[in-house]
């Protein structure tokens, strides 16, 4: 009798409705800088990630691409080269899965995120939420840094992030871009 309710129990967890844990915009994507060889620094809001866990980036160039990662280590004190960093923020150094010495853009990074990630005529897209809605990747440049946001849709801008460079450079950014909505 009592493996009959033990197996019951199971049996009933087992069908019980699980929702999945819905997509956190701010912990989930992060910025990438490259290094030269094979790794590169990760800045995102997110002090949980685990050595060995995969990160998606998609290289912010054009066309855009898409590498994958693994987290090597947490760091103590930060990697990246922008002064800007958030106190928030988690410093992380990537393993590349391929060893490039062409220079990369500063670039989005995508973590525990278990979809896919395309690219289509050189532009990424994923359903980051699982509604149906892809998401695309965008950076633009101000006077003196780039702007990496994300999008649902053409209008939604989900997530926005920017990187000072510390250099000028020619701006392309529209106010969409940088404007927090209100």
């Not at 809001?45 to 994958?68: F, R, W």
């Not at 010495?101 to 532009?123: C, E, M, T």
Request: proline share 4%.
């Amino acid at each position: 009798m009592r493996l009959f309710r033990c197996t019951t129990v199971i049996a009933a967890l087992a069908l019980s409705p699980v929702s999945p844990k819905a997509f956190d915009y701010s912990s989930q994507i992060g910025i990438v800088e490259f290094h030269p060889g094979s790794s590169a620094c990760l800045t995102i809001q997110n002090a949980s990630l685990k050595a060995q866990e995969t990160v998606t980036i998609i290289v912010m160039d054009k066309p855009q691409l898409l590498e994958t990662a693994q987290i090597e280590k947490k760091l103590d004190k930060s990697c990246s080269r922008d002064p800007d960093a958030s106190a928030a923020d988690s410093f992380y150094i990537l393993h590349l899965a391929q060893t490039d010495s062409d220079p990369k853009p500063v670039s989005i990074a995508i973590a525990r995120f278990a979809g896919d990630v395309h690219v289509n005529d050189g532009l990424a897209r994923a359903d980051l939420t699982a509604t149906g809605s892809m998401h695309s990747f965008r950076s633009c440049t101000s006077t003196e840094g780039v702007h990496l946001t994300v999008w649902d849709g053409a209008s939604s801008r989900k997530w926005h992030r920017y990187f000072y460079l510390g250099y000028d450079v020619e701006p392309d950014c529209t106010e969409k871009d940088y404007v927090e909505e209100r």
